[in-house]
């Protein structure tokens, strides 16, 4: 069964279930409204017994551009902040395929996932600090722990982007995949999760994770800051700025 709902469509593979964010003429730019349904679609694996693996992917050759600036100036932040908090908490293990741009939330959201699959085309980029804003999804926390400090501030305070040979090196990406392959090969991985024994699956799963506490401590604190910057002045220039090129 497959459904559709504010661009983003959720379907059935057996023991997966799939979330596939479809709006590729905005680069999968995500609005308040795909939030709900992603977070949504998270809520509804861990409740059902079923569901074994989720699977997020991207149609149109990118992931997703993070956040459409528009839809969020006019909805604000909590759709984002909700969603972020249930991905990092998520109960349901997690397998993200990835291809063209991954930006902002796009790639904050894969420090979440257990297993993460990328084409060559993948490119990786958290430029919070560009938006005079600041990082969200507990990525201050899950970057610097994942790549080390100086390439975390690679990341967040220069915004430099990496590859996906690049986030594979780094232990972001399991593998890279080729791109007609990618979405095949995601869901293999995460058909072999849901049929592993799920109470071993699920203990083992939340020992390698660790205390989810500090995690979701981390998000609050951080979405205090970025409600803060959101207000200044320099962020309302840079998101003016941004909607400009956007329509040169």
């Known amino acids: 069964m497959t459904d559709m709902t504010d661009h983003l469509k959720i379907a059935r593979d057996g023991a997966v279930l799939t979330a596939t964010l479809a709006r590729p003429d905005k680069k999968n730019a995500l609005t308040g409204a795909m939030y709900d349904a992603l977070r949504q679609a998270l809520n509804d694996a861990d409740a059902d017994a079923s569901v074994g693996a989720v699977l997020i992917a991207g149609e149109g050759g990118a992931f997703t551009a993070g956040n459409d600036i528009a839809d969020f100036l ?13 991905i990092a908490a998520c109960k ?10 991954a930006v902002g939330v796009g790639a904050t959201m894969l420090f979440h996932c257990d297993l993460v699959y990328a084409a060559p085309s993948a490119l990786f980029k958290m430029p919070f600090i560009d938006l005079a ?31 996906a040979a690049e ?3 780094l232990g972001l990406v399991n593998a890279v995949i080729a791109p007609g392959e990618l979405r095949a090969h995601a869901l293999k991985q995460a ?6 024994p799920r109470g071993a699956l699920a203990a083992s799963r939340a020992m ?4 989810v ?7 609050d604190e951080e979405a205090k800051a970025f409600e803060a910057a959101l207000k200044s002045d320099e962020a309302r220039a840079a998101f003016m700025a941004f909607m400009s090129k956007g329509k040169a």
């Open 92 to 101: 349901t293990p997690i397998v993200a395929a990835v291809e063209g741009v």
């Open 213 to 219: 506490a500090p995690i979701l401590a981390r998000i």
């Open 133 to 163: 804003l600041v990082p969200e999804a507990g990525a201050t926390l899950t970057v610097p722990q994942r790549f080390g400090m100086a390439k975390a501030n690679e990341m967040l305070l220069l915004g430099d982007a990496i590859d």
């Open 208 to 211: 390698i994770r660790g205390d």
């Open 191 to 196: 058909r072999r999760l849901a049929a592993k």
């Open 74 to 86: 006019s909805g604000g932040a909590l759709p984002a902040l909700r969603f972020v908090r249930t």
């Open 167 to 169: 986030a594979h090196r």
